[in-house]
């Protein structure tokens, strides 16, 4: 058994696993702090996730788990994630979810292919959102985590949200947005969100889901893959107009720019 500690979202935690993979993928996050609590991959997890994926290997799979048990976690200590990628645009924070191969990757893509050096990215696949109380304002801040997609696009990078914004394939090929509100985002969003294991901590996650709703504007895109849905998207989400420059990050620098060494 491999035991080592990580810190994730402002937080450390103990880590528990059978095979040195897990450790390797984390490194970029081990800690000396002493941790808030402790994870595993339980067997019956194991046994669970290997039925919907029999061809992953076993640390595969561990690591998967490992993830699902922070994740289950995280409501305890003002934190939840959430399944979309995020970037950040001159410090603020902008998410975009929807189902697996709808497009979030190439949406994201396309903003740093023409916007340019003030996109960054927070992460790909698995952010985590920590949400707390400031007087009356609720700040919820998007983290990094090492958990990115099969992109691997991350950073150790944060950025206070400013915005969640839900895709759609365009239909009739053209690029539109709307505002959603929060009845409609709440049925969109708990198709993104991750359950966690205990009826507590589902209670808690669904608490902190409703607390992001109600403090963060919520938009529906419908696009195509183009400059043109990026300033759809652009212009609703930070407020300010699109200026086209063309191409300013050529699409093959991308991975280099986001991911991190492996």
Known sequence: MDVFNIELAGMPMEIKSRYNYCRWFCRDYLT???????????????????????DMRDEFLE????YSAIASKLPYYNRVTLHG???????????FTAASGTGKSTHIGLWKQYIGAEVDIVNGDKPIFHIEA?????????????????????????????????????????????????????????????HPYAPEATGL??????????????????????????????????GEKYSGRGILTAPEEIDQLWRMPR
């Open 32 to 54: 000396d702090r002493a941790p808030v609590f402790s994870v595993y991959a339980e067997d019956d997890r194991m046994a669970e996730l290997r039925e919907y994926s029999p």
């Open 63 to 66: 690591r998967d788990c490992i």
């Open 85 to 95: 990628a995020c970037i950040s645009y001159r410090g603020k924070g902008y998410l």
């Open 134 to 194: 400031e007087g009356t304002h609720t700040k919820i801040t998007a983290y990094d985590t090492p958990w990115c997609g099969k992109e691997g696009w991350n950073r150790k990078h944060s950025a206070e949200m400013a915005a969640i914004c839900f895709i759609r394939r365009t239909e009739d090929g053209r690029n539109r947005i709307r505002r959603v509100d929060p009845d409609e985002a709440i049925s969109l969003m708990l198709r993104q969100m991750f």
């Open 205 to 238: 996650m669904l608490d902190l889901f409703s607390k992001m709703i109600e403090s963060l504007p919520l938009y529906l895109l419908e696009c195509d893959i183009s400059e043109e849905a990026v300033a759809c998207s652009f212009e609703a989400l930070t």
